[in-house]
């Protein structure tokens, strides 16, 4: 138990479809993140918010939008997904000397 | 810019044999190292850290010392366990403004047989 939460663990989902992944962190951390981890392939930062402003995007496309309401909680909007969109996506939060706690993953698989 | 190298994987091991996974970082300025392990099905978790040269972290006996000379931070343990088996991953941090990002490895597979 790492006090970050993500749900759900497993989602399947159509090209069409919009579903959004969650994250909340209990930790009383002000920075929270979205990474996408494939297949044979690093870790990869999408979003950095801190303190509630987002710090950083990747240049992640459009159909992913997040959303940071407040520093507990942490969203990921899911639209028009495309098949090679499927993996794990992480959700981490980190304190100011910056070692991250992430969740256990929310398995994305887009048909 | 900030990049880590990992010794490819996967690596497998007997039971109680030494385990190194090499490390090896470029980074601009004073990083602080870290490394992760990802059980399968679960998130990373923070498995050791160092925030300069020459600590050495430890944790559930890995140990991984800070070598600002051969910019490295080389994960060690003496007697691995079945229960080791899992993915292993260096990263860095660079202190600088707002960004607390880490840049990760590739990520090390380690399989542990009985």
């Known amino acids: 138990e790492t006090g970050v939460t993500q749900t759900p663990r497993h989602l399947v989902m159509g090209m069409t479809n919009k579903k959004s992944l969650k994250c909340e962190q209990h930790?009383?951390?002000?920075?929270m993140y979205w990474y996408k981890q494939s297949a044979k392939k690093p870790l990869e930062l999408m979003f950095v918010?801190?303190?509630?402003?987002?710090?950083e995007n990747n240049s992640v496309p459009s159909r992913f939008s997040p959303e940071c309401p407040n520093s507990s909680h942490l969203f990921l909007h899911l639209h028009t997904l495309q098949p090679e969109d499927s993996a794990l996506y992480l959700c981490?939060?980190?304190?100011?000397?910056?070692?991250?706690?992430f969740g256990e993953g929310s398995r994305l698989t887009v048909l | 810019g900030n990049s880590v190298t990992q010794m490819e994987g996967p690596v497998t091991l007997s039971e109680e044999a030494f385990l190194t996974i090499n490390c090896t970082y470029t980074?601009?300025?004073?990083?602080?190292l870290f490394w992760y392990v990802q059980y399968p099905g679960e998130g990373l978790q923070l498995l050791l850290k160092?925030?300069?040269?020459?600590d050495k972290g430890s944790n559930k006996g890995f140990e991984a010392t800070y070598r600002k000379e051969t910019t490295s931070f080389h994960l060690e343990k003496g007697s691995v366990q079945v229960s080791d088996s899992a993915v292993y991953f260096c990263?860095?941090?660079?202190?600088?403004?707002?960004?607390?990002?880490?840049?990760f490895g590739s990520g090390t597979q380690l399989t542990v047989l009985p």
């Open positions: 981490a939060s980190s304190p100011y000397t910056g070692e991250l706690f």
């Open positions: 930790l009383g951390h002000n920075a």
């Open positions: 918010y801190s303190l509630e402003e987002r710090v």
């Open positions: 980074a601009t300025g004073y990083p602080s």
């Open positions: 160092a925030t300069k040269a020459d």
């Open positions: 990263a860095l941090r660079i202190l600088s403004g707002s960004a607390r990002q880490l840049t």
